[in-house]
């Protein structure tokens, strides 16, 4: 079974990939399916460019990752996804990405992701916006997945709401009302929010991590609480 299906909207490259992560707050190891959202800019960009710049490829995050406060294109350019591991990861990932690939969502594609999926975590969003993912695709890869997570700055628009059962608001105040669970990232707390802190935080203890804690999961799956860390 392949370990990664890719498809294609005309705007933007959408990756599943399945595999392990050294990243110990997101899994102790164990494989994990992830989501990742590219414009078709950064694909020809990095086509195009044997010496890619990190600055020059966020820039062109418009239509993946639309007016998030953290983008390149239109934000402060401060998403945690913007240091050069991650970017030299993303710069592979594209590069082994060939032309004949860029095919549109069928039926075969789903079935691989739902294989890829089954008894699994999920994190929707390793890169880029996941509500731009169809919410039945979605939807049925959280159905048969044993967990998920899953974050978007794009919770008031009206266009987004179906995907409250799914992912978290993402939120930088310790105020801001919405009918969504949120994840909150707070400048400070002292322990004036009532949302639950995340247990995979230095100020939680780093006693969990993402696949072991599933908090972070929309209406529809654990828990009721919005979640709180620390801006790092």
């Known amino acids: 079974m392949s370990n990664k299906v890719i498809f294609f909207d005309a705007t933007n490259i959408f990756v599943v990939s399945k595999g392990k992560t050294t990243n110990a707050k997101i899994s102790d190891g164990s494989k994990l399916v992830q989501t990742y959202t590219f414009s078709l800019e950064q694909y020809m960009y990095i086509k195009n460019s044997p010496k890619a710049s990190l600055k020059e490829f966020f820039k062109l995050d418009k239509a993946n990752c639309l007016d998030c406060p953290f983008s390149g294109n239109s934000g402060n350019a401060k998403c945690y996804t913007h240091k050069f591991m991650q970017f030299s990861g993303f710069v592979s990932m594209l590069r082994s990405i060939k032309d004949e690939d860029l095919t549109i969502l069928n039926d075969s594609k789903v079935t691989k992701i739902l294989a890829m999926s089954k008894e699994t975590f999920i994190r929707f969003g390793s890169y880029g916006e996941p509500s731009l993912m169809p919410i039945s695709l979605v939807e049925h890869m959280a159905k048969v997945s044993k967990g998920w997570t899953g974050y978007t700055h794009q919770y008031a628009k009206a266009w987004a709401s179906d995907y409250k059962d799914y992912f978290m608001a993402s939120i930088e105040s310790e105020t801001e009302k919405t009918d969504w669970r949120s ?3 707070l400048i400070s707390d002292n322990n004036q929010s009532n949302a639950t802190q995340c247990p995979a935080s230095v100020e939680g203890g780093k006693v969990s991590n993402c696949a ?13 609480k919005d979640v709180k860390i620390l801006q790092h």
């Open 183 to 185: 994840f909150r990232v």
């Open 212 to 224: 072991k804690c599933g908090l972070c999961s929309g209406l529809l799956g654990k828990g009721t």
